[in-house]
């Protein structure tokens, strides 16, 4: 096992510790620890199976850890529920997507923005002065910060069912953005992509990263080793439940041990060439 | 404003702009959703400090600025900048690809190169060591460029910002520069992409440019009060036509999509009065319409067979320029309130007056369609030498085989040969760095056009094809391939066709099918699929694309039907060569590359083996090995 390098505390922004997971006798995650630093672009891999998506599923508190703590910000967050850590600056997409189809690409990214708002109610179905203005200073971050950024402005008014898959998926990805989170949980963003769509997206989640106004956190899920060795700062490898290694990418491609237990097995190395 | 040999485009561009300050808009830009106007005095400065930064980076009369760019107000307002500091304009196609963007950065000796975003700036980082000529790039859209430090590369912003510094020494510069231009000089330097040869650059005069939209508007009269989109790209002469040349003399507003995707969208909502495009975009607006045709309940395409059924036959009485029976008028009206209406609205087409189409052959099908909306459509001829148009259709004499009358001011002769030749004031100045093009093109004063045809006896002119793409068929008749193909065209299954047959026994066809079209029929048909090659040769496609082309044989003489035909595994790209970037085909090309399905087409054969490598888009390769099928027409 190899240690992450050392971290300065401050800088942390989420951390696991120890952190066990079970379904029943199937042990999903045993006693894994992950720090995550402001800023930085961290990518779990491992084999189908490994538990990635349970662990996604523990930060964002779909799940309750058996064993373990979780914290955000310095703070212990296990007990708090999904849409809590929401209001604390998280947010996430899935692997699968889980847009509302019925709703217009506006209405969904909207909807990512409710943490947001503070008027009531009542003000909201009178929509004066305040809840007015609230509403325009709104839209206009939708407009000018995510469609522009994400290049939807085609598709703003369609509805989301409608839409291909890729397009879909960015649109999830807005509805995350819509949130200002600090930290972003991208499960497996890429899959079922062309190779036009996974150099958009992969610019998008750089642009995120990077760009001034935004400057988001990102865990990364993936299985395209290709664009995790080229965006990320750090590769976390999982392999049935153990953490095998968290380091930089070049030294993850070159340990042995990962080597063996995912990249190795070529098929599941493939990367779209 | 009179048009003497003394003025410039900035001439007039300062004139109209001191007129209309702040009162008028001149340009409109969508964006994050909403439309956002642009004054005349917000135009004007932008041009003013972006102009004088360009002095102050070293421009000297007569250097060339190359841009290129989707449509938007930086990209117009580089072009004015660049004449209005001397410079002359090279627009280059949004698509171009890197061989092209070096073809053209060097041949025109280009010194600065406007580029919108990441994307043009690294085109131009990959050619910047090869064009020694070129000395700075020019952005102005910021996003992704974070990382960039070249220090050739500066901000549009940047350059605006050394105007305004050089104007706070020399307050009265910019008006002195403008003020030395005369009309007789080099504003835009245009590359003709040529359906034989490699891009030849013609030299347009400011007296060239405006003379044309004089003349133009002569015909048919803009109003101030106007509105126009610009989506097509500015390196094609005919959207400078209506933005430089027609825009800037009448000064109505200009408006710019959000994106190049939601171009179609952005029309709707303006609604412009005026519109020229080439024939592809309204057969794209056939094909929506019978797309939508296609997928509506039962009552709604009776209401339309009906209303269009109508609108055909009101339209041939005006063909024939008969007087429509009151009947016939009356049912013309109802049409007109319960379908034709709705149907123009949402093609954006509700306001418009005069729609021009040019650039290519357009289908009397198409022409037809138009119509029998309502749409005053009219053909144009013309072409990048003669600074946009010289022969167009006058209201309520529209033919649709022929393109019309010669505008004022033109004339417009054919030589013993059959050659169409041309005189007026907007003849160009000569080819760049060709004089032996320019001889061959400019004859004592006449421009030759290489094109071939005649004048009926109404005075129209009609224009067969480029005097190459004439056939011979094998009873000795002339015919042009361009007639059927755009036939083949209206067919919303079909997207492109070449039709074969010079000196030849019989004709056919290689047809590349629409794959959003023909993929949804074959879902409708649970035909499986997955991807255009495989589709293309589903017996059941090529049963759909027979019948098509039995429908585009008909009312053909027996010599001139498409006999044979193939399905093509790819659709014809202008990234592959096999089209002009106006989407002309360039057959002699396709000729040689296709050189087996050629001969399998002249032989017995029912297949023809097929071994290659295509490139995609995003630079990928992958190899072909197919059969294609070969196909006899039936009758």
Known sequence: MVAADEIKEGDVLLELEDVH???????????VNLKIRKGEIHSVIGPNGAGKTVMMNCINGLYQPQQGNIHFKNQR??????????????????????????????DNIRLGRHVHFRSGILSGAAYLGKTKREEIEHRTFIEEQIIDLLEIQHIRSKPVGMLPYGLQKRVE??????????????????????????????????????????????????????VVMDLSDRVFVLNFGYMIMDGKPEDVQNNPEVIKAYLGEEDLYATRA | MEITKDLTIPKLFYEKARSYG????????????????????????????????????????????????????????????????????????QDCLIDEVKYIVDHSDTKFL??????????AISIFHECPKLQKVIWDDPKGMRNYDQDFLISLKEVQ????????????????????????????????????????????????????????????????????VSYLPFAWIGEQMMSISCGLQIGYTINFPEEPETAQENIREIGPHVMFAPPRMYEQMTRSVQVKYLDATWLKRKFYEIAHNIGYRVADYRFKKKPIPPFWNLLHKLSLLTVQKKLKDHLGLSR?????????????????FFHALGVNLKQIYGQTEVAGISVVHRDGDIKFDTVGHPI?????????????????????????????????????????????????????????????????????????PQYLETRLKFSPYIKDSWVIGDRRDYVTAVMCIDYAVVGKWADEKKINYTSYHELSQQAEVYDLVERQIRQANKDLPESARIARFTNLYKELDPDDDELTRTRKLRRSFVEKRYEDIVNALYSDAEMVHIDTTIKYEDGRQSDIKTDLTIRQTGD
């Not at chain 1, 809590?84 to 189809?101: I, P």
């Open chain 1, 173 to 226: 990805l807005g509805r995350a953005l819509a949130l200002e989170p600090e930290l972003l949980i991208l499960d497996e963003p890429l899959a079922g992509l062309n190779l036009e769509e996974v150099e958009d997206m992969a610019r998008f989640i750089l642009d995120v990263n990077q760009e001034m106004h935004w400057r988001v956190t990102c865990l990364l899920v993936e299985h395209d080793m290709g």
């Open chain 1, 77 to 106: 967050i296990n007990h708090l529920k999904p849409y809590e850590r929401a209001d604390l600056g998280m947010a996430r997409t899935f692997q699968k997507v889980e847009v509302f189809g019925g709703l217009t690409v506006l």
């Open chain 2, 161 to 228: 910002q050394r105007g305004r510094e050089l104007e706070a020494q020399q307050p009265d510069l910019f008006e002195k520069i403008v003020r030395k231009g005369h009309g007789d000089e080099v504003a835009l330097l245009f590359y003709t992409s040529g359906t034989t040869s490699a891009p030849k650059g013609a030299l347009l005069s400011h007296n060239n440019m405006l003379m044309m939209g004089k003349h133009l508007m002569e015909v048919d009269p803009c109003r101030e009060s106007d509105d126009y």
């Open chain 2, 408 to 480: 004022p001011g033109t004339e417009v002769r054919i030589t013993d040969e059959g050659e169409i030749i041309t005189r007026s004031p907007s003849v160009f100045l000569g080819y760049y760095k060709n004089p032996e093009a320019t001889e061959k093109a400019l004859r004592d004063g006449w421009l030759h056009s290489d094109d071939k045809g005649f004048v009926d006896d109404d005075g129209h002119l009609v224009v067969f094809d480029r005097t190459k793409d004439v056939f011979t068929l094998r009873d000795g008749k002339p015919f042009s």
């Open chain 2, 352 to 368: 418009v007056r005069h729609a021009y189409t040019g650039g290519a052959a357009m289908g009397p099908d198409h022409f037809r």
């Open chain 2, 114 to 123: 406007f580029g919108e975003g990441q994307e043009e700036v690294d085109k």
């Open chain 2, 22 to 93: 702040d009162d008028r808009v001149a340009m409109r830009e969508k964006q994050f959703g909403i439309w956002r106007p642009i004054t005349w005095k917000r135009y004007f400065d932008e041009v003013k400090y972006l102009s004088l930064g360009l002095v102050s980076l070293g421009l000297e009369d007569g250097d060339k600025i190359a841009m290129i760019g989707d449509n938007r107000p930086e990209g117009l307002w580089a072009e004015m900048a660049a004449l209005c500091s001397r410079g002359v304009g090279v627009w280059l196609f």
């Open chain 1, 21 to 31: 997971m079970t379904f029943g006798k199937v042990q999903a995650l045993i006693g």
